[in-house]
Nanobody, 123 residues
Framework: QVQLAESGGGYVQAGGSLRLSCAAS????????MAWFRQAPGKEREFVAA????????NYADSVKGRFTVSRDAAKNTVILRMNSLKPEDTATYYC????????????????WGQGTQVTVSS
């Protein structure tokens, strides 16, 4: 099992940028597929981005392609989500999630979740 903790959320104007971090603890993090999900009030949780355990493969939701970038720093046991050109519709609580092996775009495939970090984008 891996413990996950997100940070870096905040309030930003439309067009701005934020950098979210997900710090992981646990010996098996290096073989974990990782993903970011988000949930806005009154809406279902949705997939945002994912990265393979090696960092060689990534996957993005269509709504964030070209604006968000996911990466991982194995030495720091950290996964980063860089968010550029933010829009009001990006406002949500962002969660990182991990699972042994390959990543998944299905949130039900993950057992390990962080507590979430709030992102608010004003128009």
């Amino acid at each position: 099992q891996v413990q996950l903790a997100e940070s870096g959320g905040g309030y930003v104007q439309a067009g701005g940028s934020l950098r979210l971090s997900c710090a992981a603890s646990g010996r098996t993090f290096s073989i974990y597929g990782m993903a970011w999900f988000r949930q806005a009030p009154g809406k279902e949780r949705e997939f945002v981005a994912a990265i393979s355990w090696s960092g060689s493969r990534t996957n993005y939701a269509d709504s964030v392609k070209g604006r968000f970038t996911v990466s991982r720093d194995a030495a720091k046991n950290t996964v980063i989500l860089r968010m550029n050109s933010l829009k009001p519709e990006d406002t949500a609580t962002y969660y990182c999630a991990g699972r042994p092996g390959d990543y998944s775009v299905d949130g039900t495939a993950y057992d390990d979740w962080g507590q979430g970090t709030q992102v608010t984008v004003s128009s």
